[in-house]
């Protein structure tokens, strides 16, 4: 299979100016690369880089490139070359196009629509790398808004606001000025007008709108079971919610891979995260049971013949979560709902609250299973490749679910086996876009202070070896408990010829693959997520994946081992550097540590990280041909 894992993009150039346009992909060996103007073939343009040695004004032109392996082929995205004179009002007066900066050569305007109009708003900007962009309303990224022109059909009052675009490349980062847009209904009476209306903005405290004190979300994907089925989607799937759900201003707890005491302190913590009126949301995907009537989440330490008593049960779950008095309980369920035949117990759960504030979101019917789609070392479950459609729609709960599962009964190969199915007793139009209301500064301010404490990454360093040779140590992250770790030599004295710097001894208790270690791209590492945490570091480097971070119960310290050769010498040299970073990420709540829940004045009531460093990866749907119930039933058990 032909990946495309680095797009062409598209740019505004000065007149004279050199084009580069690039087009990368991953697949089998022997790729070939052609670029094309609009329809036409570029003579000799056969690399995955295009030069245009001198952009001269004129029609703007569309660039493509094809990658193919013999009958297999696959093609990039659309690149738009606008070239802009130096004498043009427009232009950057004393731009010098060969700076690494960034500069905006057209702003966008405000604009007063009607109902049914179409909003477009235009950004355009000059840079050295090619500019990068991502539309804003309200101070919240529009999805799928990546362009220099923002289009959007038929408005409504929905897409009102205050919009603005953020501009960057490697190196730096601009943001257009903002602008307001202003829709209304629209009047058919000649030389009509139109007012606002009664429902007035959150800002303004409309009678009513409804409120979150806080929103929080614990994401667990459970793939490499010991005694059970290997899964695929649950980490494309906990990572696409992740995004999604911190552009809604959730806070994100993103864990893969839990034995059950992990996976009971992880809900601990989440539940001393919940207070009155929180909206709290819960995702598993991984593999699971009912029996009963009460839902049931299976660790990846649970044994071949498991019971209740091996797994956590959801609906004690919701009974935590009620005495905590939150605003919304959402339970987002993407595992399979059969019947386990070694499990006869009935679980005493004891009575719930009537709070009419509960969502239920199943991705299978009872007594059915949960599939997922297979796209090479890509997966994605069913449920979430039609949940992340709909769930930044501005729609109450139960609605957004609804349209779901009226989505997911388009797809034929599925239909018979596998159905969303909702349960509510939701009374109020509760929605994941309501907005934060929090009761207490003081309490507010106090819950993020505690969150960010798990949030920050390592800062990158410089180790400075005593041979003069200066290694950058650098630091990336996928999940809340995954890490990249990567070094790149940035200086050498002019003796060195040859040296690299790798890791050893990395602590045992960490979930490391040492063939996922010091390797010379981001893919090689083991994560089909790469291209969207390596965006951020640096060519040239060795890249390390540690997992599993919640096992590590000391400081995280290893050896960055630098080996190097003289000139005129045959043998090399080695130096080695013991580094302690402390304990990064989800590793200073000390999960596993803790042997029963945390009392309410706990240390551990901290919240966790989200998917730092994953944010904007894109990844596309598997063909529905590629869907075998036989090999890729996600959640059987």
């Known amino acids: 299979m032909i990946r495309i894992t680095v797009q062409p993009e598209s740019q505004v150039v000065m007149e004279g100016m050199r084009v580069f346009l690039t087009c990368w992909a991953t697949g089998p060996p022997g790729l070939a690369y052609q670029w094309f103007c609009g329809k036409r073939e570029v003579p000799g343009a056969t690399a995955p880089e295009l030069v245009i040695n001198a952009a001269t004004p004129g029609q703007p032109e569309w660039y493509i490139c094809r990658v193919n392996c013999g009958a297999a082929f696959a093609f990039s995205r659309w690149a738009h070359v606008q070239v802009e004179r130096s004498s043009s009002p427009s232009s950057a007066s004393g731009y010098c196009p060969s700076m690494a900066g960034l500069q905006i050569l057209h702003q966008p305007q405000p604009c007063r629509l009607a109902e049914g109009d179409t909003l477009v708003l235009e950004c355009r900007a000059i840079g050295n790398p090619p500019p990068q962009y991502q539309w804003f309303r309200n101070q919240r990224p529009v999805e799928g808004a990546q362009a220099p022109r923002l289009q959007v059909k038929l408005v409504t009052t929905a897409e009102r606001g205050c919009y603005s675009c953020r501009v960057f490349n490697l190196f730096h980062e601009v943001w257009s000025r903002e602008v307001d847009v202003e829709i209304g209904p629209r009047l058919f009476a000649s030389g009509g007008s139109w007012q606002e209306g009664d429902r007035g903005s959150p800002e303004h405290g409309s009678p009513g709108q409804l409120y979150a004190t806080d929103k929080v979300a614990l994401l667990i994907g459970n793939m490499h079971y010991l005694h059970h089925k290997q899964l695929k989607a649950p980490m494309v799937d906990v990572h696409a919610l992740s995004a999604l759900l911190r552009q809604l201003d959730f806070k994100v707890v993103s864990l893969l891979d839990l034995c059950k005491a992990e996976m009971q302190m992880a809900v601990n913590e989440f539940l001393l995260l919940l207070d009155k009126g929180v909206y709290g949301l819960l995702y598993y995907a991984g593999h699971g049971y009912e029996n009963f009537g009460n839902s049931f989440m299976v660790p990846i330490d649970a ?75 890509l997966s994605n479950g069913i449920f979430v490749s039609f949940l992340k459609r709909w769930l930044l729609e501005d729609e109450k709960i139960t609605v957004l679910l609804d349209k779901v599962a009226e989505d997911m009964g388009t797809l034929e190969i599925t239909r018979g086996r596998q159905a969303l199915e909702l349960r509510s007793n939701l009374s109020e139009r509760r929605a994941l876009t309501d907005p934060i209301c929090p009761p207490g500064q003081d309490e507010s301010s106090a819950r993020n202070l505690q969150w960010a404490k798990a949030h920050v990454l390592p800062e990158s360093r410089h180790l400075r070896f005593d041979c003069g040779v200066t290694v950058q140590l650098g630091f990336a992250a996928e999940f809340s408990n995954i890490m990249i770790i990567y070094t790149r030599v940035v200086a050498t004295p002019g003796d060195v010829t040859e040296c690299e710097a790798k890791l050893t001894d990395i602590p045992e208790e960490l979930d490391v693959d040492l063939k996922c270690t010091n390797k010379e791209t981001p893919e090689e590492v083991g994560s089909p997520l790469a291209p969207t945490w390596s965006l951020d570091c640096p060519s040239s480097c060795l890249y390390s994946r540690l997992c599993g971070l919640q096992k590590l119960r000391q400081e995280l310290v290893f050896t960055v081992c630098l080996q190097y050769r003289y000139r005129g010498m045959d043998d090399f040299v080695e130096e080695r550097r013991v580094v302690n970073v402390g304990k990064p990420l989800i590793a200073k709540l000390n999960l596993p540590l803790a042997a029963s829940p945390s009392p309410p004045g706990s240390p551990l009531a901290a919240s966790f990280p989200g998917s730092w460093g994953a944010a904007g990866g894109s990844w596309v749907n598997t063909p529905e041909e590629n869907l075998s119930p036989e090999v890729s039933g996600s959640h059987t058990l």
């Open 303 to 377: 044994p071949s013949s498991y019971t209740s008593a091996h797994c956590l049960c959801v609906q004690r779950v919701l009974q935590s979560m009620q005495q905590r008095r939150t605003g919304l309980n959402i339970f987002l369920l993407d595992m399979c709902r059969k019947r386990n035949l070694n499990d006869d117990i009935i679980p005493q759960v004891g009575a719930l609250q009537v709070t009419a504030n509960i969502v239920f979101g199943y991705a299978t019917c009872a007594d059915a299973e949960a599939y997922e789609l297979s796209q090479g070392e």
